[in-house]
């Protein structure tokens, strides 16, 4: 009798302890679960705010970049680098084809003129109008021939003017935008650093619109 009742409660025993341990893997693999939802629900939430983030910036962007399209623009003195004289804006536009402008401010971030730089050089290969002209805003203008002076932009034509008489220019932004023989300014675009794709895509634009029969070393400006 004894024997018996040892026995059973031993099986007692043996049987909580299990139910016990299986509650345990039970409850450590239900918060286990609950972390990784957790975790995926923070970044599904992260990834739709960076989206709805960029989509405002783009629709803004867009609306500036539609105003500012055909803009005339006055034939200003710019400040020349290599020959510290002015020179006549009129004289850096090409007869036939658009030329390509990259316009920035000392004001405007520093990451944002940092990363549109990488990427001329990234398809300067790849892009034939790859002498893109810069139009610094700097009001110092040793500042500007220090800039201009920098062996990291050798490549590049780089002229200085405080202000173009256009309204995008009173935007905090840096923007491309192509000037055609009249002087007219067309094709403004402002790129975005979180999407740099977004701004080779409108360089490939370019190149199918005005360029696509120039020979080229790879079919596109991606690599």
Known sequence: MKNTYFKASYLW????????????????????????????????NEIAVRELRESEILKKNMLIQYATGSTQLPDIQLENF??????????????????????????????????????FKEISDHFPCNHITVLCGYD????????AASSENANFHIYNIERLPVFIDDI??????????????????IPIKEIPDYTIDYLDCLKM???????????????
């Open 172 to 189: 905090d932004k840096p923007y491309l935008f192509t000037l055609s023989p009249d002087m007219k300014m067309h094709d403004v675009f």
């Open 82 to 119: 290599q020959t510290k004289n002015k020179i006549a804006f009129s004289s850096l536009s090409k007869e036939t084809k658009p030329s390509l402008f990259f316009r920035f401010k000392e004001s405007h971030c520093d990451l944002c003129v940092q990363k549109m730089f990488e990427t």
């Open 13 to 44: 025993c043996i049987t909580t302890l299990l139910l016990l341990l299986l509650n345990m893997i039970l409850l450590y693999k239900d918060s286990e679960n609950n972390i990784l939802l957790k975790n995926i629900t923070e970044k599904y």
């Open 209 to 223: 619109k005005y360029w696509k029969h120039v020979h080229i070393h790879g079919e596109h400006c991606r690599h």
């Open 140 to 147: 110092n203008l040793r500042q500007f021939h220090a800039f």
